[in-house]
């Protein structure tokens, strides 16, 4: 058990795998800021600050009580400065810590406003904990070219030293889905896979979320209303979101790089067709998925494919 134990944690995974993984998740991070604060952009940064309705409970703890227009344009463009200084790796364990502290901050204005508390970040948030925790700016940083040090302390890393805070996301973002079952059950028990009509009812609210037309004609969105009708789809959908979210776990076990690619393709055209039928925004959110690969080997293969595609045309 002990061996067991210590191979699922502490083995699998080098310092390039997880440099590779700062630089992959930080590219995606770019655009997922963006999905999710866009809305700030529809301010006017020389406008009036005014009230938050709900303000979230760190806001309150910390007496915050007004959005400023100008500080949601500042926050987002360091955010987005910060991401860079991540996947650049220069002065990486800031540039993560930075990112944190923004997210929290920004996404507590957007929720304190439309008094909703969003979860899109849980995952990514707790990847950039583990990142800032990691060894990640030894390997394909600015931070390693500037200091023949860190440089090779990064050569050095160890192996359980690489692959623990990997594996850390990966527990997480699997125990993610699974407590996110646990929760449909909780509230609405079985009725949520089992009777169509809790999705046919989620399908027609979202289908009439763009309100009506000056005459009062509700302006519908074909796609999930058409949905909505079919209610043998509806089964079906229902039951694969138990499914897949309940497996996901299974995903930690699976040794077959092929196989996780297929579930995570899954899963991912899961997550874009609820954006799209059900606007829940979690399009992007794919982009944690990198976690589950070795992307250091991915590198070695795609470098070997290219090699050969070369070598054939010459």
Known sequence: MSGAWNRFWFTGFSVESLALLRICFGIGLLFFHVTQFYTFFLLDPSGASFYFLDPVWYF???GLE?????????GFALLELATLGMIL??????????QILLIFYLQGARDSVTGDEHHRYLVPIQMLFFLLLSACGRARSLDARR?????AAGRATPEWQASWPIKAMQVYCASFYFWSVLAKLRVTGWVWFTDPRRIQDLLLSRSLIWGATDSGEPVFNPLPYWLMHQETLCRIIGFSTFVMEAGFPL???MPSPRARLLFLLGVAFFHVSNTVLAYVGF????IVFFIFFDLAAVRRSLAGYFRRIRSRSS
């Open 283 to 286: 399009g992007l959110f794919p």
């Open 60 to 62: 309150e703890l910390l």
């Open 251 to 253: 995903i930690l076990f």
């Open 147 to 151: 200091s023949p040090q860190l440089a």
């Open 89 to 98: 790796g220069y002065r990486t364990r800031l540039s993560i810590g930075l």
């Open 66 to 74: 007004r959005q400023i227009p100008v500080l949601a344009y500042a």
